[in-house]
């Protein structure tokens, strides 16, 4: 493992005065003297990142679970023919079905081959009706635009796309929130002629996200888990909802991400005062083109460096899931 050390005072971020190629060789030595069970569990670094990476493993398996139902989805015969077909109420009555019957996902829309919204769920996972209001609401919105939909019906080399939206049309309506979300769209695609007749595109409760986040944490340490973007951007509901400041400055994230773009280091190690910070890079191939996304981690430093001296590892809390719908 290989760390890009930065040292970070106030709001501004530099380089330490060590050359960046000596950082790279300390961090090595340290695994080739030390041996890699001791470097893991004796440099805040690699605790601060072990930590980082079991986030990340978590969400990335909640996203590919996620997506992979939204493929199979996509390729059902009765869909298929429903979409081309243009059959509102059977579809209303699949996605219903749909839901129903999945473990992760909490909106499924269809949309037909222009990108207009042909039905979506009006039932929640537990058989409760959806607000008709709130539905309507949906139902008329212009959905041509979106790059996670037109992406899947233009793109010809596009199978399936993942975007982590900070202003879903979906989950303000049937969630109250501030428009976070994780969008997974599929194009579907008639299997006699290979045309795209239409679009899957389903949501997850960025709940889901947060409970994997709060469902790890350090032995003892106190720490800090966020989603970031590399412009700084926060999937944080206080955050969004500008009820509370971001802890670490959207500035700070933007420089903090730069290296990522000329290495391919996966996290990025820094010392910000009184705390350490980490950055660890999400890495899901179906990702929208355009926007980075990171597991931004807070944690103090002696903290951090008490339950590195005690050998301790970052450790996983059962979370229980919620999918409530107001």
């Known amino acids: 493992m290989v760390w890009y050390v930065l040292k970070l005072r106030g709001n501004e971020m530099k380089k330490s005065s060590y050359p960046f190629r000596l950082a790279v060789v300390l961090c090595a030595a340290l695994l080739a003297v030390a041996g890699p069970a001791a470097a893991e569990t004796a440099h805040p670094a690699a605790l601060m990142a072990e930590y980082g990476h079991g986030v990340r493993a978590g969400i990335n398996d909640l996203v590919r679970k996620a997506l992979l139902q939204t493929q199979l989805l996509a390729a059902e015969p009765e869909l298929i023919q429903a979409v081309t077909a243009g059959e509102t109420i059977p579809l209303v009555d699949l996605a219903n079905l749909y839901i129903m019957n999945s473990p992760v996902l909490d909106v499924v829309a269809f949309f037909d081959e222009e990108g207009g919204i042909l039905a979506m769920n009006t039932q929640d996972s537990q058989g409760k009706l959806l607000a008709k209001e709130k539905i309507d609401e949906i139902m008329r919105k212009r959905f041509v635009e979106r790059g996670v939909i037109a992406d899947c019906l233009t793109n010809k080399a596009v199978d399936s796309l993942v975007e982590f939206q900070t202003h879903c049309d979906f989950t ?16 579907i695609v008639d299997p006699d002629t290979g045309a795209k007749v239409g679009v899957i595109s389903t949501r997850l409760n960025f709940q889901r996200v947060l409970d994997v986040v709060e469902g790890r944490r350090f032995s003892d340490a106190k720490a800090d888990v966020f989603l970031v973007s590399d412009a700084g951007e926060y999937f944080s509901e206080p955050i969004q909802s500008g009820l509370v400041e971001p802890p670490v400055a959207p500035e700070v994230i933007r420089a903090l991400s730069g290296p990522f773009e000329y290495t391919d280091f996966q996290n990025i190690f820094a010392e910000d005062r009184d705390d350490y910070l980490t950055l660890v890079q999400i890495n899901i191939r179906e990702m929208v083109p355009g926007k980075n996304l990171y597991i931004l981690v807070r944690a103090p430093k002696d ?24």
């Open 172 to 187: 303000p309506e049937l969630y109250n929130s501030s428009g976070l979300s994780v969008a997974l769209s599929s194009p």
């Open 303 to 326: 903290a951090v460096e008490e339950a590195a001296a005690m050998g301790m590892r970052p450790a996983d809390k059962t979370v229980k899931q919620k999918r409530e719908v107001s």
